[in-house]
């Protein structure tokens, strides 16, 4: 199993103590898409963060490969981050001043083995905009953007925190059909968190959240192409 999650619970301690994850449990296969289903307060981006290394859990292990994330300092949790897992948030965080192309090579120039940056934009379709700024793209062109530049990293993992939040119906399913593309691709394996329902029936895998709790695992044999999807 490449991506497991075991047991894990998070809390926060302050006048109360809120219990954000309780006993989480996921595995994925290297090479699959899952998504990681809820509403908003369900507890979908503190385990995503853990996941990626951001967060720690309170106990509870997560391995990806053969690394114990859970077990890393920080350190070793740099490195993890820099190397091994690609993000992709709802809001772009492209760096308005440079192109499309230096926003990229920013990540590449920083990583052990990273893709060529031409072989990455022509994979998500925005080849002929490496010359242009953030300022001068579409929402749904600057979510490709932002998706070439977690790939360039060559990442074993990667992260998307509601990919397709700030866009609209179209541009969502031009990026979720993009997303999978970079599975098929690439043979990256994705966990994708999202409210969407609709976006389940292209994972291998699927976690509904409620709570701070697994309330529901579904696993999926035919996948529905991205393009199929309607909601």
């Known amino acids: 199993m ?3 999650a075991v047991n894990l619970n998070k809390s926060y301690h302050g006048g109360i103590t809120t219990h954000v994850l309780k ?13 990681i289903l809820g509403p908003s307060g369900s ?5 995503m963060n853990i996941i990626g290394g951001v967060d720690r859990a309170s106990s509870g292990s997560v391995d990806v490969g053969s690394i ?20 992709v948030f709802q809001f772009y965080n492209l760096i308005p001043n440079l192109t499309v192309a230096e926003n990229i090579e920013v990540v590449s120039n920083l990583c052990k083995n990273p893709l060529k940056t031409d072989d ?10 490496k010359k242009r700024f953030p300022r001068e793209l579409s929402g749904g062109e600057q979510q490709r953007v932002s998706i070439a530049r977690a790939i360039v990293k060559n990442p074993e993992l990667l992260l998307c925190d509601e990919p397709t939040g700030a866009l609209d119906y179209e541009a969502s399913r031009g990026v979720l059909s993009l997303i999978q593309n970079v599975n098929k ?22 976690f509904k959240l409620r709570s701070g709790e697994v309330a529901q695992e579904l696993r999926n044999t035919n996948l529905v192409p991205a393009e199929g999807i309607e909601w």
């Open 2 to 4: 490449f991506l497991s």
């Open 23 to 35: 006993g989480v449990s996921l595995m994925l296969e290297k090479g699959q898409i899952g998504v």
């Open 43 to 47: 507890g979908k981006s503190t385990l």
């Open 68 to 87: 114990k994330v859970t077990d890393l300092n920080e350190k070793d949790l740099v490195e993890y981050r820099r190397d091994k897992v690609g993000f």
């Open 120 to 129: 990455v934009l022509s994979a998500v379709g925005i080849l002929e905009l």
């Open 185 to 206: 691709q690439f043979g990256t394996t994705i966990l994708m968190i999202t409210h969407n329902s609709a976006i389940s029936g292209m994972a291998h895998a699927v």
